[in-house]
């Protein structure tokens, strides 16, 4: 069926992604694996092409596109593209809406030019070793102490934890307020206390710097605070729905890559003197994932034109995330199995779509939480 959720000025934008993927990042992904890192200057260079804060009004150096359908396309060529490690979605669609709703103007000023440059890489700082999805369990502190806060504590699992520039950190400034004591403090390399831990050993997506990232007394200026004070949890509520629209958009994206691989692979590869793609078992998975797939493909385009609009929700959201996600995980697993021992291999690329892929369905708020968020809206 043909997609008619874009138009000619968004199909130009995937051909500038393209361009730039077989230019910037293809070249370098496999080095970019060993080491654990991106070179910084893949971040200048994409922000060279404009492809960093596309959401972000001109005037501070962004695109001035609120369109997300440019982010979605951007979202959906870089999975297919399986470039995991300079995490572009994390910038744009997670952190920019933060740093373009919430900061004043001169916030806005001093920190959105290098977030559109590639000058500025930034991070998010939620998950604690012992609190993940419930906020309540938040022990990081930011104590007031005048014209600063102090802020002591720890955060893991932090995409861009290394490379990270700005951090913004979900800290608590209200003891008894419970998951509404919370905001949101910027933390900027260099402040002293701020220390970084290990790069995380990951299976998949190697090429993503994830850090512990630690907080012993760090002065953060009260000029610092992003958004109300104590308004963290209604600030990370209205921005979810984004989140987990990109990684819904990134996951249908990779299992319909995987599959035209997946497709290829077993035209090919023979068996019992015939291609794979004769008998009639191999048919009947290929079915399936194909009709799976577009059906899901129908709904993620809806959620894309919503979300454009301004009008999706949060139900909408988890629905699309728990059930893409789910998908991918799914197909990735069909279609190692359609490969045989070569999907084992390393060098196939349904063998890193395999690890790369598991954390869909659990960043961005685990299947559980999404069915836990659909659940309680569907019985009241």
Same mark, same amino acid.
């Given at each position: 069926?043909?997609?008619?959720?874009?138009?000619?000025?968004?199909?130009?934008?995937?051909?500038?992604?393209?361009?730039?993927?077989?230019?910037?990042?293809?070249?370098?992904?496999?080095?970019?694996?060993?080491?654990?890192?991106?070179?910084?200057?893949?971040?200048?260079?994409?922000?060279?092409?404009?492809?960093?804060?596309?959401?972000?009004?001109?005037?501070?150096?962004?695109?001035?596109?609120?369109?997300?359908?440019?982010?979605?396309?951007?979202?959906?060529?870089?999975?297919?593209?399986?470039?995991?490690?300079?995490?572009?979605?994390?910038?744009?669609?997670?952190?920019?809406?933060?740093?373009?709703?919430?900061?004043?103007?001169?916030?806005?000023?001093?920190?959105?030019?290098?977030?559109?440059?590639?000058?500025?890489?930034?991070?998010?700082?939620?998950?604690?070793?012992?609190?993940?999805?419930?906020?309540?369990?938040?022990?990081?502190?930011?104590?007031?102490?005048?014209?600063?806060?102090?802020?002591?504590?720890?955060?893991?699992?932090?995409?861009?934890?290394?490379?990270?520039?700005?951090?913004?950190?979900?800290?608590?400034?209200?003891?008894?307020?419970?998951?509404?004591?919370?905001?949101?403090?910027?933390?900027?390399?260099?402040?002293?206390?701020?220390?970084?831990?290990?790069?995380?050993?990951?299976?998949?997506?190697?090429?993503?710097?994830?850090?512990?990232?630690?907080?012993?007394?760090?002065?953060?200026?009260?000029?610092?605070?992003?958004?109300?004070?104590?308004?963290?949890?209604?600030?990370?509520?209205?921005?979810?729905?984004?989140?987990?629209?990109?990684?819904?958009?990134?996951?249908?994206?990779?299992?319909?890559?995987?599959?035209?691989?997946?497709?290829?692979?077993?035209?090919?590869?023979?068996?019992?003197?015939?291609?794979?793609?004769?008998?009639?078992?191999?048919?009947?998975?290929?079915?399936?994932?194909? *009709? $799976?797939?577009? +059906?899901?493909? &129908? !709904?993620? %385009?809806?959620? @894309?034109?919503?979300?454009?609009? =301004?009008?999706?929700?949060?139900?909408?959201?988890?629905?699309?995330?728990?059930?893409?996600?789910?998908?991918?995980?799914?197909?990735?697993?069909?279609?190692?199995?359609?490969?045989?021992?070569?999907?084992?291999? *390393? $060098?196939?690329? +349904?063998?890193? &779509? !395999?690890? %790369?892929?598991? @954390?869909?369905?659990?960043?961005? =708020?685990?299947?559980?939480?999404?069915?836990?968020?659909?659940?309680?809206?569907?019985?009241?």
């Amino acid at each position: 069926m043909k997609r008619t959720v874009f138009t000619a000025e968004h199909e130009a934008f995937r051909g500038t992604v393209r361009a730039f993927l077989e230019k910037e990042v293809e070249p370098h992904h496999e080095r970019w694996e060993r080491e654990g890192v991106v070179d910084r200057s893949a971040w200048l260079a994409a922000g060279r092409q404009g492809l960093l804060g596309l959401a972000v009004p001109e005037e501070y150096g962004g695109g001035g596109a609120g369109d997300f359908r440019h982010s979605a396309v951007l979202t959906e060529e870089f999975a297919r593209a399986s470039a995991s490690g300079l995490a572009i979605g994390l910038h744009n669609d997670i952190i920019g809406p933060y740093l373009t709703a919430l900061s004043t103007e001169e916030q806005k000023r001093r920190w959105l030019p290098g977030f559109c440059s590639g000058e500025i890489i930034t991070a998010i700082a939620m998950t604690e070793p012992g609190a993940g999805s419930d906020l309540q369990g938040i022990r990081t502190t930011a104590t007031d102490a005048g014209d600063h806060w102090v802020l002591n504590g720890s955060k893991t699992f932090i995409s861009n934890g290394i490379l990270a520039d700005l951090v913004i950190v979900v800290a608590r400034t209200t003891p008894e307020g419970g998951a509404r004591g919370l905001s949101l403090l910027v933390v900027e390399r260099g402040m002293e206390g701020f220390e970084r831990g290990r790069n995380l050993d990951k299976i998949g997506q190697k090429a993503q710097d994830t850090a512990e990232l630690f907080f012993h007394d760090v002065r953060v200026p009260k000029e610092n605070l992003l958004g109300e004070e104590n308004g963290a949890f209604l600030h990370l509520m209205t921005h979810l729905a984004q989140e987990r629209m990109s990684i819904a958009v990134a996951a249908i994206a990779g299992a319909e890559e995987l599959l035209e691989i997946t497709k290829r692979y077993v035209k090919e590869r023979e068996a019992f003197g015939r291609p794979l793609a004769k008998l009639q078992h191999i048919r009947f998975e290929i079915a399936e994932m194909a *009709t $799976e797939c577009a +059906v899901t493909r &129908a !709904f993620l %385009d809806r959620c @894309i034109e919503e979300h454009s609009a =301004g009008q999706l929700d949060a139900v909408h959201a988890s629905m699309a995330k728990w059930w893409a996600t789910e998908l991918q995980k799914r197909v990735t697993d069909r279609c190692l199995q359609l490969h045989g021992g070569y999907g084992y291999m *390393t $060098e196939y690329r +349904v063998a890193k &779509a !395999f690890t %790369d892929g598991r @954390i869909q369905t659990i960043y961005g =708020g685990t299947t559980e939480i999404m069915k836990e968020i659909i659940g309680r809206s569907v019985l009241g």
